[in-house]
């Protein structure tokens, strides 16, 4: 049961930012979304990026993790 099947995540690459930058982003902006996220780490996803909101059995807010 892929997240992407179930419609709770997203691919994506920015032609202006790299994949590092975007990471940053995403983690100093955390209290900015309104759900707990997942972020694929660079390793797993280098030339990419994975974010869901797939279901997590934990409190954090966000939660990096490799495929």
Do not use: Q
């Not at 049961?1 to 997203?10: E, P, Q, R, V, Y």
Request: charged content about 25%; glycine content about 2%; overall charge negative.
């Amino acid at each position: 049961m892929s997240a992407h099947c179930l419609g709770k995540a997203i691919d994506f690459h920015c032609t202006d930012l790299d994949i590092k930058t975007i990471h940053e982003l995403i983690e100093n902006n955390i209290d900015k979304f309104n759900y707990p996220i997942r972020l694929e780490n660079i390793k797993s996803a280098p030339t990419w990026v994975h974010i869901d909101v797939y279901t997590l059995d934990c409190n954090k807010k966000f939660v990096e993790f490799a495929a």
